[in-house]
């Protein structure tokens, strides 16, 4: 075979696998299978046509008979795959390498680990290897007895190389990307000192990645890596610096938000999106007319929208959300917050409201602080005879440092005597003042039982086939192009099962037997209308607040009994906590970790008025959702009892 024309089998699992096993099958029914006069490209093609065999992998034209006849056939081929690895020496293997394709170099050193072909090679020849193919190093490190044998080779190779720092980075650091689809193995001998070094020397080079200079300043230590405070904020300059050369000879692309008060408007709100600029406005003279207590609370959730009619709240980030293509240019960490360009669009607004809302106050000369303390010690005490609770507001007159450090620590105390309220019926203050330690977001208790329902990963599959733009099904009988998902599909179309080729036959089926759709009298496919709005709007919203959803109470405990929906009980749901402990708390390394920057004196300098009334906004806004969240608690208790 011309190996530079090379266009043989590739394994890319299932979803790939029609083109692929079209090629498998000519050669399974060829002389080839048979032949000695094979290259290394041919055997490593043979390897590849192993695999779907393996994994049971078939055409769907393909008889039960067929297909164990090339099942055979492959086992066949394995025996002429191990006949020749083990078959290479020192003195051939070069040479052998040199005639791989690019797509077949990964699989050769798969085969190398598998046949321990290793222990034929030399020291002299690995380093060859590396030194003429030195961005052939991942493809080595895929496989761990090859790095144990040869470890302080690739060490060195790591150090010196110019993909070395990358790999280390990608694998360690960055959570996307090539480098995750396979894990690498590092030598054991390479040190974490090593690893510094090589960071360092990443950051200073010329041709450095500057999304991962962003992902080494924030990266949270770990037991492979640990990079010092002093090199983080290297990254962190480099990129600053780059950032600020870069917009100031480029405009780069349009993208804001424009938050108004109007006067002359009568709608409450108004919305409108203009070249990359969202533009949001608010009648001044409703805000004017509703400057009581309780409405300044009720406008964060009616007009503001932090949170939706079911107390969920808007800022977080929910699994089934679809991104634009934008965001898979972000670089992202292991341990980051799954923010992109939509959350980043939702904080520009959410911070601006809050912003634009708290100088309207102060203007009327009404402190937000003052309204927090008048829910938690007159509304709960009128309401629903719930005594107990203290709230110390800062001064309208404090600085923004000083209402940062005093906010995060009424915060912290709030949270504990909610969660003593909810274990012991009363706020005992005595105990309250003998707890030090901080609440954990995801300790937060409910006075309410099975308060969530969560999807499983069961029924994570039905959501993606009825409503992902991904889904298979969305291309049924041509309408891909038609209809955003397979639902609208259903909803808007007739399809019969009979019409339902082949290949989707299981999926419809899950469907069926899960009672998503039925089939009526003439094989019309029908959607099931309680089952799939409730799946259609844990798409949307990632989780039922199942109390304020009375009306599908037979469907959700169906769904519960059938391992769809999982119940559980907390004051937030867990998205909720994640985006807690990504503003307050170091629980991710993206995040502004506000509660631990003004608790633990590493907030920016006092004069730096601007970043803490930035960071000011972000406080309230949690506030605004904690009291909104235990609001909820309380009605929801009483009202049951009632």
């Given at each position: ?196 070094i090589m960071i360092e020397n990443f950051i200073d080079s010329d041709t450095v990645n500057y999304n991962s200079l962003t992902l080494i300043s924030q990266f949270k230590k770990t037991s492979e890596l640990c990079i010092s405070p002093k090199i983080q904020l290297k990254a962190k300059r480099k ?123 102060k203007s009327k000369n009404i402190n937000l602080e003052d309204v927090f303390k008048w829910f938690f010690e007159e509304y709960a005490v009128q309401e629903f005879n719930v005594s107990g609770f203290l709230f110390s507001p800062q001064s309208k007159e404090a600085s923004f440092l000083d209402k ?216 309230l806004k949690i506030m605004v959702l904690i009291i909104m969240k235990i609001n909820e608690e309380l009605c929801l208790k009483y009202t049951q009892i009632e």
């Amino acid at each position: 075979m011309d190996n530079t024309k090379y266009i043989g089998v590739k394994f890319y699992g299932e979803g790939s696998s029609g083109y692929e096993l079209k090629k498998a099958e000519n050669i399974l029914n060829s002389s080839k299978v048979n032949s000695d006069n094979l290259n290394i490209n041919d055997i490593i093609e043979f390897y590849n046509i192993t695999l779907y065999f393996n994994n049971d992998i078939r055409l769907t034209d393909w008889s039960d008979e067929t297909f164990q006849d090339y099942k055979n056939i492959s086992k066949k081929l394995e025996t002429s795959i191990a006949r020749y690895f083990k078959s290479i020496n020192d003195g051939d293997f070069q040479y052998l390498y040199s005639q791989c394709e690019v797509n077949c170099k990964s699989d050769f050193w798969c085969l190398v680990d598998k046949y321990k072909v290793y222990d034929s090679l030399s020291n002299e020849t690995i380093e060859n290897v590396l030194r003429n193919n030195g961005f052939d190093l991942c493809h080595i490190m895929k496989n761990k007895n090859t790095v144990a044998k040869f470890s302080d080779i690739i060490i060195e190779s790591l150090k010196t190389s110019s993909i070395g720092a990358e790999i280390l980075v990608g694998q360690l650091i960055h959570k996307t990307g090539n480098y995750e689809k396979n894990k690498l193995y590092f030598p054991k001998s390479l040190t974490q000192s090593d690893k510094e070094i090589m960071i360092e020397n990443f950051i200073d080079s010329d041709t450095v990645n500057y999304n991962s200079l962003t992902l080494i300043s924030q990266f949270k230590k770990t037991s492979e890596l640990c990079i010092s405070p002093k090199i983080q904020l290297k990254a962190k300059r480099k990129f600053e610096a780059w950032r600020k050369s870069f917009f100031e000879s480029n405009e780069g692309m349009r993208h804001g938000v424009k938050i108004e008060f109007s006067r002359e408007q009568e709608e409450v709100i108004s919305s409108d999106y203009k070249k990359g600029i969202t533009l949001l406005s608010y009648s001044l003279l409703w805000l004017e007319e509703n400057v009581d207590y309780p409405t300044i609370l009720n406008n964060f959730m009616y007009v503001f929208e932090y949170i939706d009619l079911h107390f969920r709240s808007a800022f977080v980030v929910t699994p089934y959300q679809e991104r634009p293509l934008l965001d898979s240019f972000k670089a992202k960490g292991k341990k980051d917050y799954n923010t992109g360009f939509g959350f980043d669009s939702r904080q520009m607004v959410f911070r601006g409201q809050m912003h634009l809302y708290y100088e309207f106050l102060k203007s009327k000369n009404i402190n937000l602080e003052d309204v927090f303390k008048w829910f938690f010690e007159e509304y709960a005490v009128q309401e629903f005879n719930v005594s107990g609770f203290l709230f110390s507001p800062q001064s309208k007159e404090a600085s923004f440092l000083d209402k940062c450090t005093t906010l995060n620590r009424e915060l912290d105390g709030i949270l504990k005597q909610y969660k003593y309220l909810v274990e012991d019926g009363v706020i005992d203050r005595g105990l309250v003042e003998m707890t030090s330690n901080s609440v954990a977001f995801k300790d937060l208790p409910s006075f309410l039982e099975n308060k969530y329902a969560y999807p499983t990963d069961k029924c994570s599959m039905l959501i993606y086939l009825l409503f992902s733009g991904k889904s298979q099904l969305r291309f049924i009988a041509g309408f891909g192009k038609d209809y955003k998902d397979f639902f609208s599909i259903l909803s808007n179309e007739q399809i019969t099962l009979d019409s339902i080729q082949r290949h989707d036959r299981e999926s419809i089926d899950l469907l069926i037997n899960s009672k998503c759709l039925s089939v009526g009298q003439d094989e019309t496919l029908k959607l099931d209308v309680n089952k799939t709005r409730v799946l259609r709007e844990l798409y949307n919203s990632g989780v039922l607040c199942v109390l304020h959803r009375k009306a599908y109470k037979s469907t959700i405990e169906s769904m519960v009994n059938d391992g769809e929906l999982i119940f559980q009980s907390s004051l937030l749901s867990s998205y909720e906590q994640d985006y807690m402990d990504f503003v307050l708390n170091d629980h991710f390394a993206n995040g502004p970790k506000l509660r631990n920057r003004y608790m633990h004196g590493t907030q920016p300098a006092s004069d730096k008025e601007d970043e803490h009334m930035k960071d000011y906004m972000e406080i309230l806004k949690i506030m605004v959702l904690i009291i909104m969240k235990i609001n909820e608690e309380l009605c929801l208790k009483y009202t049951q009892i009632e």
